[in-house]
């Protein structure tokens, strides 16, 4: 329960009030609300301090391309695009790379290269700055705009309302919560026919049913041109 003056708030609350100024929140674990099934995540909602300065994540639905020149790696960019539209028996990529090799760079890349092939369109979840892997449904789910349905789980919620949905979803980070992340992307795949993923990891998890491009290092004179 809240302390006095404290404010809570769902996940899905702190998706819908990314990008506007003014609020700060704060993870503080599950709650259990009456009528759910399983608890979800909440956040603590803090007032910017004056002179403060805003962060400002990136939206879970990209929508224009970035302006960020992608220097060196034009191969990948391809190859990444290829299996991202499926040519591949699987719908799931993994990138898979040392810190900073440029994972998430080349996965926003391809989103960028690819924004319009998907009617529903292209997602990106941020896992970075999670911790249990028991939120990873309830973290993605708010952020493609589902709610969980009275009486069911939010995995059951989250499948059942992307059945029918044509996207590419981005799930960054998840080398600390690969096994959460390798489950609810098989769920996905099996369930959902025409939703695309790519997720990035520094260590892949050898599954059968994943394909895995592990991101070569740039050439000296690419760098020097970063």
Sequence with gaps: SAE??????????????????????DLIGLLELKG?????????????????????????????????????RSYELDTACELALGATQTNTIWLVG???????????????????????????????AWSDPALVPH????????????????????TEQLRDKNMLLILDQCEHLGGACAQLAATLVQTCPAIRMIVTTRHPLALAE????????LSVSDAERL
């Design 36 to 72: 759910l099934t399983e608890p979800i995540p909440a956040c603590n909602v803090r007032w910017q301090a004056q002179g403060e300065t805003a962060r400002a994540p990136l939206p879970s639905q990209l929508s224009t391309a970035s302006s960020v020149p992608f220097v060196g």
């Design 98 to 128: 040392e810190p900073g090799i440029g994972k998430t760079r080349l996965a926003l890349a391809t989103a960028d290269s690819l924004i319009g092939q998907f009617a529903d369109g292209v997602w990106l979840v941020e896992l970075g």
């Design 139 to 158: 973290i993605v789910a708010p952020s493609l705009g589902v709610r969980q349905e009275m009486g069911r789980s939010m995995m059951v919620s989250l």
């Design 4 to 25: 006095g003056g404290q404010i809570l708030c769902s996940e899905l609350v702190r998706v819908l009030a990314r990008g506007r100024g003014g609020f700060e929140f």
């Design 210 to 217: 994943e394909t895995i491009y592990v991101m070569p290092s």
